[in-house]
């Protein structure tokens, strides 16, 4: 086990890809950290330049404030469960595990205690004399994290571990993996592209976007504090609605203006972020998002626009509603049960408390919306 | 008669055809080396042996048969197994390092599109030279010379299909290169590895224009066995199929395990996820 940093790291493919930017952050000793963006966003050049399969470009990583920059894979003492193809596929489950441990010179008692252990902590005893080609895309998973684990690395690297699998079989390994990583405390670190794999297990993560670092923080932190409007898109289950609103004018003490050609309403308190020529960049989670039928009134104080339902989900306790205006495609989670008909023209109503405001260029944060619990009119997004 | 009938007897009509075109001569080699000389020159001509023998065999093997066999399964199977243990570790170079058909996986098999005549000249000179002449060495170099590219190429194919997380699982897992190779790239390729042995012994073994330039009295192959057959007497046919057969049996039995490990190895890849 160890603590981990990345001073400086930039990863260049041959002269014409700048895959990694740049990139410092501290892991500390035990904590389970995440790396999350979309692909091509360099997070497993990361995780592959921690692992020592890739060369650092430039920059250095530390494992317990000693530079490894240098050190082969074998060196740095290092597991890694690969995405897929992981198992040696002429071993048994078995042999895969205890391979790390006979390189290393252990006696074969010490071996078969040892995986013994290790595969009941997995429950895959009885897989034990399976080959590869003999277990499901789950069990493998299970015989790469044991064979990871079977040697107490300093660093556990998962590269999208259960990304390949199905999506309960995803879930129950997403909680055995915390609750593993949480009881032998090993320093551990995820690529992923899932916000929820992300959100749920680790206690920090590292949002990367094109070779660039976004934002480090704990899921809470990261779902509810977005430093720019891109991670607050990526992250979280359900992504945030952007409105840009251009052409902004005041008539008659109300304020509006135009979003794809459609006429929004914008609240008084939301100006304060327009930029000079009249634009703002506004955004609202599904769940903060009142969807008002026809011959109801909009709540007062809110961002308006009009549009028509493309469909409505229900999710069981609530209704994913996807609402069109334009090209411009809205989320909104509806705690009532009501019926939405295909098409039906509606109003979606942000409360401007909920409301984040963005810079229109850079969309840097300006500003947060209140995150749901302390919204209030609670009855209406008890989601 | 249907029409898809009509189509099955065409198509079994024309196999049959060719089958005794490109077997016929084979049979024939067969029952000649059962015939006694007498009966070879029968007229009208006997099919089956009327009174089969294997004195051919015993005859053939002391006239110089049992020299060409023995000298052929030395220089081919050493060479071989160098070209092996060479064109391993080469072709994980060239299938891991370099573009799959770039300039230097095209010069290596180039080597080997090379026709024997351009080389065997520079050879035999050299050979001269270093006292390398009729000797088992000199025969095994030129033919490791002759088999490494198709082999390096060959099993540079096999190593492009296994997936690379294979290999970084293991360095990750701490093993040495060697440990690397013996662990996981060995047992992973081993078709492939078996494949290009077989086919540098099946080409080493048949070589000819080498082996008559190269060689004296000391080392005579199979091939040039065979051949002085024709040189130095009246030729026995019976003998010449006696030798025949057994210098083509062992290459019919590596050929059809070939194709039996080649289709393991497709199976193995389908197989494993």
């Known amino acids: 086990m160890a603590s981990i940093e990345l001073q400086?790291?930039?990863?260049?493919?041959?002269?014409?890809?700048?895959?990694?930017?740049?990139?410092?952050?501290?892991?500390?000793d035990g904590e389970f950290f995440g790396l999350l963006g979309p692909s091509g966003s360099g997070k497993t050049s990361v995780l592959r330049m921690l692992a020592g399969l890739e060369t650092v470009t430039q920059g250095d990583i530390l494992f317990d404030g000693a530079s490894v920059t240098d050190q082969t894979p074998q060196q740095r003492n290092i597991a890694m469960v690969f995405e897929q193809n992981a198992l040696y596929p002429h071993m048994t489950a078995?042999?895969?595990?205890?391979?790390?441990?006979?390189?290393?010179?252990?006696?074969?008692?010490?071996?078969?205690?040892?995986?013994?252990?290790?595969?009941?902590?997995?429950?895959?005893d009885h897989l034990i004399d399976r080959r590869a080609?003999?277990?499901?895309?789950?069990?493998?998973?299970?015989?790469?994290?044991?064979?990871?684990?079977?040697?107490?690395?300093?660093?556990?690297?998962?590269?999208?571990?259960?990304?390949?699998?199905?999506?309960?079989?995803?879930?129950?390994?997403?909680?055995?993996?915390?609750?593993?990583?949480?009881?032998?405390?090993?320093?551990?670190?995820?690529?992923?592209?899932?916000?929820?794999?992300?959100?749920?297990?680790?206690?920090?993560?590292?949002?990367?976007?094109?070779?660039?670092?976004?934002?480090?923080?704990?899921?809470?932190?990261?779902?509810?504090?977005?430093?720019?409007?891109?991670?607050?898109?990526?992250?979280?289950?359900?992504?945030?609605?952007?409105?840009r609103v251009e052409g902004l004018k005041e008539s008659a003490g109300r304020f509006s203006g135009s979003?794809?050609?459609?006429?929004?309403?914008?609240?008084?308190?939301?100006?304060?972020?327009?930029?000079?020529?009249d634009r703002l960049l506004v955004g609202c989670r599904p769940h903060a998002v009142v969807v008002v039928k026809q011959g109801e009134k909009p709540p007062p104080d809110t961002f308006q626009i009009t549009g028509r339902v493309?469909?409505?989900?229900?999710?069981?306790?609530?209704?994913?509603?996807?609402?069109?205006?334009?090209?411009?495609?809205?989320q909104a989670l509806d705690p009532r049960k009501r019926d939405y008909a295909i098409d039906e023209e509606v109003t979606v109503a942000v409360p401007q408390s909920a409301l984040y405001a963005f810079h229109t260029e850079t969309e840097e944060t300006l500003a947060f919306g209140e995150s749901a619990d302390i919204l209030p009119d609670a009855d209406l997004r008890a989601v | 008669m249907s029409r898809s009938l009509f189509n099955d007897f065409l198509r079994h009509f024309a196999l049959i055809v060719i089958l005794m075109a490109v077997l016929s001569p084979l049979l024939w080699l067969l029952l000649t080396a059962f015939k006694p000389y007498e009966?070879?020159?029968?007229?009208?001509?006997?099919?089956?042996?009327?009174?089969?023998?294997?004195?051919?065999?015993?005859?053939?093997?002391?006239?110089?048969?049992?020299?060409?066999?023995?000298?052929?399964?030395?220089?081919?199977s050493i060479s071989t197994v160098i070209c092996l243990i060479l064109g391993f570790p080469a072709s994980y170079a060239l299938a891991r390092r370099f573009p799959p058909h770039g300039q230097l996986s095209f010069t290596i098999l180039s080597l080997r599109m090379m026709p024997p005549i351009v080389p065997v000249i520079g050879f035999y000179l050299l050979f001269q030279e270093l006292s390398l002449f009729d000797t088992y060495t000199g025969l095994?170099?030129?033919?490791?010379?002759?088999?490494?590219?198709?082999?390096?190429?060959?099993?540079?194919?096999?190593?492009?299909?296994?997936?690379?997380?294979?290999?970084?699982?293991a360095r990750v897992d701490g093993a040495s290169w060697f440990q690397?190779?013996?662990?996981?790239?060995?047992?992973?390729?081993?078709?492939?590895?078996?494949?290009?042995?077989?086919?540098?012994?099946?080409?080493?073994?048949?070589?000819?224009?080498?082996?008559?330039?190269?060689?004296?009295?000391?080392?005579?192959?199979?091939?040039?066995?065979?051949?002085?057959?024709?040189?130095?007497?009246?030729?026995?046919?019976?003998?010449?199929?006696?030798?025949?057969?057994?210098?083509?049996?062992?290459?019919?039995?590596?050929?059809?395990?070939?194709?039996?490990?080649?289709?393991?190895?497709?199976?193995?890849?389908?197989?494993?996820?």
Not at chain 2, 47 to 76: C, H, R, Y
Not at chain 2, 155 to 164: G, H, T, V, W
Request: net charge neutral; aromatic share 8%; hydrophobic share 45%.
């Open chain 1, 94 to 124: 078995r042999q895969n595990i205890a391979y790390p441990l006979k390189i290393r010179g252990r006696t074969k008692a010490e071996i078969d205690e040892m995986v013994g252990d290790v595969a009941r902590m997995l429950h895959i």
């Open chain 1, 310 to 330: 493309y469909v409505a989900e229900p999710l069981g306790e609530v209704t994913l509603v996807t609402i069109q205006t334009g090209d411009l495609t809205v």
């Open chain 1, 8 to 28: 400086n790291v930039n990863k260049w493919y041959g002269s014409a890809v700048h895959a990694v930017r740049d990139i410092s952050f501290k892991i500390e």
């Open chain 2, 39 to 76: 009966e070879l020159f029968n007229n009208p001509p006997t099919i089956l042996p009327e009174s089969a023998t294997l004195v051919n065999f015993t005859e053939g093997w002391e006239i110089g048969g049992g020299k060409g066999i023995m000298d052929s399964l030395i220089v081919s």
């Open chain 1, 133 to 243: 080609s003999q277990m499901s895309g789950g069990q493998q998973q299970r015989v790469a994290i044991a064979r990871a684990l079977v040697r107490r690395p300093n660093l556990l690297c998962l590269d999208e571990p259960i990304a390949h699998l199905d999506t309960l079989l995803r879930a129950r390994l997403r909680g055995e993996l915390k609750r593993l990583q949480r009881s032998l405390g090993t320093t551990s670190v995820i690529v992923t592209h899932d916000p929820i794999e992300a959100m749920t297990m680790t206690d920090r993560l590292a949002v990367m976007r094109d070779g660039v670092l976004q934002q480090i923080g704990s899921p809470d932190e990261i779902h509810n504090r977005p430093v720019n409007a891109f991670v607050s898109q990526f992250f979280g289950l359900h992504s945030m609605n952007l409105f």
């Open chain 2, 140 to 169: 095994i170099i030129v033919y490791t010379f002759m088999n490494l590219p198709l082999v390096i190429w060959l099993l540079a194919e096999f190593m492009r299909q296994i997936p690379k997380s294979y290999e970084e699982a």
């Open chain 2, 180 to 273: 690397l190779f013996r662990d996981v790239l060995l047992p992973l390729s081993l078709p492939g590895v078996l494949t290009a042995g077989i086919l540098a012994m099946i080409f080493a073994w048949n070589e000819f224009l080498f082996s008559l330039v190269l060689t004296g009295d000391a080392v005579i192959t199979l091939p040039k066995a065979l051949a002085s057959f024709f040189l130095f007497q009246q030729p026995n046919w019976g003998q010449l199929g006696a030798i025949g057969i057994v210098a083509f049996g062992p290459l019919l039995l590596l050929s059809y395990y070939m194709q039996r490990l080649l289709i393991r190895s497709f199976s193995i890849e389908l197989g494993g996820r």
């Open chain 1, 259 to 277: 979003l794809n050609d459609t006429h929004a309403e914008v609240p008084r308190s939301a100006m304060a972020y327009a930029d000079k020529s």
